[in-house]
């Protein structure tokens, strides 16, 4: 890795420079804007690839017709500076040799602007890699994952994490923990992979300084194997665990907390993001894990008085019929809310270096249904940083309160404190439409 | 059509038969070399001769010979006559064994002639060739003093002869095509120990692999390692379903298998530690049966198996460049010691395949075996003479293009990765950046822009975008000929395609980068022109 990546900043500081000389000898009128790949004067193109079909699909699955929904919305409104926005959805199963291929197809063949709101840690690595998106300049951006790595700017140029990371979100629920159950019992399973590992860092010394009584690593894909979960609940049991920290994607939290039912171990749950939203899944749990704590940087999906909540959710009900109004659809919607914005910053001669530069620029200002704030800057692709901890209702709906009332914290991926924020969220455009 | 690369057919064999008694074939002396004796025939004269080295030599050319000669070099052969099952062929070849006759009729046809010889040696012998190969041009020009083009063309070994041939002697070449060539043996023979010790650690320490007998007894120990390399990969594939291992693993093995890790974690391991493609020809990593194992088989049990078959790939190529290079050294002239091999699984690996390796804490564990301080894992040790002999005589080749230069390699090639290429021609787009700039400066003086030439055009053949097969029952179904997968898995109209490409790019010394040769690539059908195309560079080049 060392040497591809050396290799890769070889070929491409030799390939700038020529550009680079190329562009100052040219004459100045040979340098007329030229025409971009995914953008023509009615219409702009994007692409997602995404687990559409499989077990890791639950959920993520409605996101695409959720930012179709919006999308759908604005182009009934005039576009974006009158281009019409249309989105290539691609299933890669959750498998990252698909990924790639999608990825390819989606830059190749149907010739998208920019890559938006892919999903997955293992996924996007091998696409940065394999697809060379940074040398090619080609924008990957709101990537639906909390690993930090994304946020090195260096190895990902062209790339935007939508996500807070993992490691913030380690940070946070250790404040919470600590504050909230001193002197308990607490346990953690967690994903034994780059996921958990990010996990790991945030609850470490140096950030959320953790410490589990039982910490139950599973690799990825052992939660459905028959027996597996139950042997988890076995060692949680054993160690007396009070208070139970689920740090996995959404099957392995299903698969807990009906295994934990099964042997009637009945922890305080402490439900990490990503695996949270089980209710939607699988609505059979919804008993299971009424009380559970969990966190969001989003709005409660059911809070009645939140004007993104609603107004979303009218959109979603017109340009996304018969598709429940989710969190899954909740943050569909923001992407494509936040990704417009982007578009219309970007300019009318949008190019993928105008538009991430619009993001660069001006990234931290766009107005979205987030709690905390977005941090694009020139040295950052990092999105949302922290979160409001909530429990889950009798309904299934994480909630902060009855009175949804918000109390979110945000934090870095370094040894930086957790704060309550102090950020105002920018109120709703007119009609929901990006000015 | 489909070909394969295989000299001989009998090399197959090798990898598969019980074993009798070898003995090595010896090198002939040196003497004059032969004047070509060519039998006058028309509309195409055969001449035929032997270099001053011994190795036999032929001639094809038409009576409309139009000054352009193709020499081709073929590929790996063995070197170890085994009586009845297997024989050294150094018979002179004049294009890919499999398509020879067409090939050669084709050139000819367009007024090209065509030579090849077999070498005075076979095994690793890309210095021996070369000098063939620099002899034998002189000869052609001698006899056939109209020449004015010669284009080096050649696969696998030869594929890594003829860039070295350019690399040496580009004042005899006008272009070359390059067909998914052998790295520098330093990087080439890393791969393949790299391969053979990680299994033979973890699988059945009772293989030899380094120190064998001179002569048909370390012929026959070396043939012994084959079939306990058989016996691994055939208890690997029973076992990938429920994790066993083999029961011949090492102590180390053994406690990893009570530590729970699978077999085919192990397995996957081995390969993503060498660079190896965990994709092949049956397995592509990407379908899944229509069972619930839709996405875990291709997350963690296809890796595995596409890994096993392109090992059951490589293998015989493996040992027997190995054993040859021992030979030819007087030695063990590689040497681990020093590998950590901890650092050659990519951050991407440890990610993409992190379910295939079944999780980090088992990849930590695997890895903690490999220490040089596990005396179950002993590393090996090179003789230093073998070492400094093969460090002095052998030319390592640079990847330099001096020549237009046509590559094509398959993107998962298990003889020859594809990060051999991808690593030349990552090369060559620094130095091409580095003339344009040089260009661009001088265009500041002067006004006038001259564009430096592209040197380089890589075609990659590529897979299908899904190959795996299931049947009723969910499980894979065997495949063969997949493109894009196994060796030197060419077609007939891709070598066209090559050989044009390079021919035209002799005669106008640029390559053809025309829509009409573009069109030529997509009608060959499983091919692409893409700079950007990623692969790993072997991982040679991490240390």
């Not at chain 1, 940087?297 to 809070?303: E, I, Q």
């Not at chain 2, 085994?82 to 890919?96: E, K, R, T």
């Not at chain 2, 330093?186 to 699988?203: E, G």
Request: charged letters at 15%.
């Amino acid at each position: 890795m060392i040497r591809t990546t050396r290799r890769k900043l070889l070929v491409a500081s030799a390939v700038m420079a020529a550009t680079a000389l190329s562009l100052s000898v040219m004459p100045a009128q040979a340098m007329s804007p030229r025409s971009e790949v995914g953008v023509t004067s009615t219409a702009i193109k994007l692409g997602i690839t995404l687990p559409m079909t499989g077990s890791a699909s639950y959920g993520y699955n409605q996101l695409p017709g959720a930012m179709k929904a919006y999308f759908d919305y604005v182009n009934a409104n005039g576009g974006v500076n009158g281009r019409k926005i249309s989105l290539v959805v691609k299933n890669d199963g959750y498998l990252p040799k698909q990924a790639i291929q999608n990825t390819q197809d989606l830059i190749a063949k149907d010739k998208v602007l920019a890559v938006i709101g892919a999903l997955g840690t293992a996924n996007n690595k091998a696409v940065a890699s394999a697809v060379n998106l940074g040398r090619r300049g080609i924008p990957s951006l709101f990537i639906n994952t909390g690993f930090s790595g994304f946020n090195d700017r260096k190895a990902y140029p062209t790339s935007s994490t939508l996500l807070p990371s993992y490691i913030m979100e380690a940070k946070l629920m250790s404040k919470y923990l600590k504050e909230t159950y001193p002197g308990k019992k607490v346990c953690m399973l967690y994903q034994d992979d780059d996921f958990g590992d990010d996990a790991l860092v945030g609850f470490d010394k140096s950030h959320g300084n953790m410490d589990f009584a039982v910490k139950v690593a599973y690799p990825s894909l052992s939660q459905g194997v028959a027996g597996v979960p139950d042997s988890w609940i076995a060692k949680f049991k054993a160690g007396g665990c009070e208070v139970q920290v689920v740090f996995g994607v959404a099957s392995a939290t299903l698969y807990t907390i009906l295994a934990a039912a099964k042997a009637q171990y009945a922890p305080k749950w402490i439900l990490g993001s990503v695996g949270a939203d089980i209710g939607s899944i699988n609505p059979a749990t919804v008993p299971y894990i009424i009380g559970a704590t969990s966190m969001s940087f989003m709005p409660s999906v059911v809070d009645p008085k939140d004007e993104y909540v609603a107004k979303f959710k009218e959109i979603n009900t017109t340009y996304n019929p018969g598709a429940k109004f989710n969190s899954w659809a909740l943050i569909g919607m923001n992407t494509a809310f936040v990704a417009v914005q982007a578009l219309k910053a970007a300019g009318k001669d949008l190019t993928r270096m105008s538009l991430l530069a619009a993001i660069d620029n001006n990234g931290s200002k766009f107005a979205n249904a987030g709690l905390v704030p977005l941090n694009y800057s020139k040295t950052s692709n990092v999105g949302f940083n922290g979160y409001w901890f909530g429990t889950f209702n009798k309904t299934g709906d994480l909630v902060p309160n009855d009175t949804f009332t918000y109390t979110p914290y945000t934090t870095d991926s370094g040894t930086g404190d957790v704060v309550k924020t102090t950020y105002v969220r920018p109120a709703m455009p007119a009609k929901g439409l990006p000015n | 059509m489909r070909t394969t690369s295989f000299k001989s057919r009998a090399f197959a064999l090798v990898s598969t038969a019980t074993m009798l008694a070898t003995l090595v074939v010896a090198a002939p002396a040196n003497a004059a070399a032969t004047d070509p004796v060519c039998d006058g025939k028309t509309p195409v004269q055969t001449c035929t001769g032997t270099t001053s080295d011994g190795a036999a030599y032929k001639m094809v050319v038409p009576a409309t010979f139009n000054g352009t000669v193709t020499i081709w070099s073929h590929g790996f052969g063995g070197n170890t006559t085994i009586p009845g099952v297997f024989a050294v062929d150094s018979s002179a070849q004049l294009a890919p064994s499999a398509v020879s006759d067409v090939m050669v009729k084709y050139l000819t046809d367009k007024g090209v002639a065509v030579m090849g010889s077999g070498f005075p040696t076979q095994g690793w012998n890309l210095d021996e060739a070369v000098k063939t190969n620099t002899e034998l041009v002189g000869i052609f020009k001698a006899k056939f003093t109209t020449t004015t083009k010669v284009v080096a063309w050649g696969y696998s070994m030869g594929g890594g002869i003829t860039q070295a041939f350019a690399e040496q002697h580009p004042e005899l070449l006008s272009a070359a095509a390059v067909m998914n060539p052998v790295d520098a043996w330093s990087s080439q023979s890393k791969y393949f120990i790299d391969l053979l010790w990680l299994m033979k650690t973890w699988f059945d320490p009772s293989i030899k692999l380094t120190g064998y007998a001179a002569g048909a007894a370390g012929d026959m120990q070396m043939l012994g390692d084959l079939q306990k390399y058989t016996a691994i990969l055939t208890a690997l594939k029973a076992g990938v379903a429920s994790g066993a291992w083999p029961t011949t693993s090492s102590a180390t093995g053994k406690a990893l298998q009570a530590g729970g890790i699978p077999s085919r974690s192990a397995l996957l391991m081995i390969g993503r530690l060498a660079g190896i493609s965990a994709q092949s020809t049956s397995f592509d990593g990407i379908t899944g049966p229509a069972t619930s194992a839709f996405t875990a088989w291709p997350l963690a049990y296809a890796p595995a198996l596409a890994t096993l078959e392109n090992i059951a790939g490589v293998l015989g190529y493996s040992l027997l460049g190995a054993r040859d290079m021992q030979n030819k050294m007087g030695g063990i002239s590689f040497d681990n010691q020093k590998t950590d091999y901890s650092k050659q699984l990519s951050d991407e690996d440890r990610t993409v395949y992190n379910a295939g390796f079944s999780g980090n804490t088992a990849i930590a564990g695997m890895l903690q075996t490999l220490s040089p301080l596990n005396p179950d894992a002993p590393r090996i040790k090179g003789d230093a003479a073998a070492l400094a002999k093969s460090a002095s005589t052998m030319y390592e080749s640079t990847g330099k293009i001096k020549v237009p230069t046509v590559m094509m390699i398959g993107q998962h090639d298990p003889v020859e990765p594809a990060g051999i290429v991808q690593r030349m021609s990552d090369l060559y787009e620094v130095d091409f950046a580095a003339a344009k700039a040089a260009a661009m400066k001088s265009a500041q003086k002067s006004g006038a822009y001259i564009a430096p030439v592209r040197k380089l055009q890589v075609i990659w053949s590529v897979t299908p975008k899904a190959w795996s097969k299931f049947d009723a029952d969910g499980g894979p179904i065997s495949l063969s000929g997949t493109p894009g997968t196994g060796h030197a898995n060419f077609t007939l109209a891709q070598y066209k395609v090559v050989i044009d490409a390079a021919i035209d790019a002799a005669i106008t010394g640029n390559l053809p980068w025309t829509g009409a040769h573009l069109s030529k690539i997509t009608k060959a059908k499983g091919l692409k022109v893409d700079r950007d195309t990623l692969y790993p560079w072997m991982k040679y080049y991490n240390n």
